[in-house]
Structure formats: structure tokens, C-alpha cells
């Protein structure tokens, strides 16, 4: 009887089985650029526009269970244009703002 049939059968469900699932964490429950403006909003900031992202493994500062960073422009709370880093973690960490 021959079982390596069986065998890759159910490594390739397990591991198509593993994309889907990731997929899915990437979709739903990453931060997005929404969340990067509302954690600025927060903080005072107006006008902002989002000018670069990325995955922010020891980026500028970013800490090291944030997944992503997002650079920003706008108006910091004085009212005068500036710029910042905010850092998002994934599921349960919330995104920070960073001044560079």
C-alpha cells in the first residue's frame, strides 16, 4: 500500500488551508492608513495625507511587534505643516505616533 499519496494530500490542504488564513489576517484585521490619520486626529493633527507605508520591522523607531509604519504630512497641533511616523502593530496593538 502505498502512503505518500495521503501524506502530500494532506500537506498540500494544510498548507493552502495556511494562505487562506493568512490572507484572510491580512485583510481583515491589519492596520490600514484609516487607523494610521484617526491615531494623528487624536493627537491634534489636522489636514494629513499618508506619503509612504511599509512593513516597519526596526523601522525609524517603531517598535518590535508593530507591523506596519505610515509617514505622514499635515498640521501638527500648533497649526504649522510637519511631518510623522506612526507605527501599528497588528491585531491588538493600536497605531503610535512617532515625531522624527
Known amino acids: 500500500m502505498n502512503t505518500e499519496k495521503p501524506t502530500f494530500a494532506i500537506a498540500c490542504f494544510l498548507i493552502s488551508l495556511a494562505i487562506v488564513v493568512i490572507g484572510v489576517y491580512v485583510v481583515l484585521w491589519s492596520p490600514n492608513p484609516i487607523e494610521a490619520v484617526h491615531a494623528l486626529q487624536a493627537e491634534g493633527w ?3 495625507h ?3 507605508s511599509g512593513i ?3 523601522f525609524e523607531g517603531c517598535a518590535s511587534d508593530d507591523a506596519l ?3 505622514a ?3 501638527n497641533p500648533k497649526g504649522d505643516e510637519s511631518h510623522a ?3 501599528c ?3 491588538f496593538k493600536a ?3 512617532r515625531i522624527p
Open 50 to 52: 499618508i506619503t509612504d
Open 85 to 87: 511616523i506612526i507605527c
Open 69 to 71: 509604519y505610515y509617514r
Open 46 to 48: 489636522s489636514d494629513i
Open 73 to 75: 504630512r499635515g498640521k
Open 56 to 58: 516597519s520591522k526596526g
Open 95 to 97: 497605531c503610535t505616533v
Open 89 to 91: 502593530g497588528a491585531v
